[in-house]
């Protein structure tokens, strides 16, 4: 199966601690890298990781609170020092260009290379990137300021023709595309050989959702249904569920109750509080509504 991780590079909250970096990760897909949030220290993660700075074309952030893009100014100015000449693409909320075209004007002003910021409606759920491989679109969440998670989802790849089949039948190169895209063969003689006979199906594509900050919001289950991955904040325990109400953030458990309800096949929960030094709790709250979930952690990579 062909290459689609995520590299957490940070999975703490607004406040810094020596446990954890600003959220921050990136999305490999056949090599191609593509990033969600820039709090500080990004970049040295991005080092500590050994993942190509030349291989990263568009980040996409969430929401303009700090501790998700105050690392965009320096992993801007570094790639310029790096000797960048691709175009950079940034998408997010509508005063991200605003913010932040300032200052790589003034800091940035001889960059080797173009940034551009593509600006979303956070309030939307819809499709803000595409390419040949994959679509992005986003998950309008419930937070204290505009804010929208992530949906990556794979276009579907053709049938796979059987190998032994082509050398069997001899059929010509050709005739391949034509196969993949449903065609039946015809032998030289005159022989229909079925489409369904000379391939098998390719695998379903994969989903990986970001959902970070956000309070419980059950309007985003019917865009995350059944995804491979959902990787969602869990900042507090239950016992706390007051103070989460009023910072517009999840429990663990409700991050649970999001991925039973979505039927995701897999949960991570992330953006830990400051104040809660043993995770565990929030792991064994978690799974106690969805069995399947893991605690994020600088530098795993999640294979969706």
């Known amino acids: 199966m062909e290459q689609f991780e995520v590299t957490v590079l940070g999975c703490g909250s607004a406040l810094p601690t020596t446990r954890h970096f600003l959220s921050s990760q990136v999305i490999n897909l056949r090599d191609k890298l593509f990033m969600i949030d820039c709090g500080e220290g990004t970049q040295l993660q991005f080092r500590t990781m050994k993942l190509k700075f030349q291989r990263l074309n568009h980040i996409f952030i969430s929401h303009l609170h700090g501790d998700h893009c105050f690392g965009l100014p320096g992993l801007i100015s570094t790639l310029g020092m790096l000797g960048r000449t691709a175009d950079l693409h940034i998408y ?57 998670g992530f949906l990556f989802e794979e276009k579907p790849k ?31 003689d005159g022989t229909i050989v079925p489409n369904r006979i000379l391939t098998r199906p390719a695998e379903p594509p994969r989903r990986y959702a970001y959902c970070l900050d956000t309070a419980y919001y059950e309007k985003i289950i019917p865009i995350i249904e059944g995804v491979d991955l959902l990787y969602h904040e869990a900042t507090f325990s239950h016992k706390n569920i007051v103070r989460a109400k009023e910072t517009y953030h999840s429990s663990a458990r409700q991050a649970a109750m999001i991925a039973e309800a979505a039927h995701v096949k897999k949960l991570v929960i992330a953006h830990f509080s400051a104040r809660i030094m043993d995770e565990t709790i929030l792991l064994d709250e978690a799974r106690e509504v969805f069995t399947n979930t893991i605690l994020a952690n600088e530098g795993m990579v999640l294979r969706v």
């Open 92 to 148: 997010a909320q509508p005063d991200a260009g605003k913010i932040f075209q300032p200052v790589l004007d003034y800091f940035c002003k001889d960059l080797s290379y173009k940034v551009f910021f593509h600006a979303f409606n956070p309030k939307k759920n819809e499709l803000i990137f595409e390419d040949r491989t994959l679509k992005v679109f986003t998950i309008p969440l419930n937070h204290r300021t505009p804010c929208a």
């Open 158 to 188: 053709s049938p796979h023709i059987i190998r032994e089949m082509i050398d069997f039948y001899q059929i010509p190169v050709s005739r391949i595309a034509a196969i993949k895209d449903g065609d039946d063969f015809v032998t030289p």
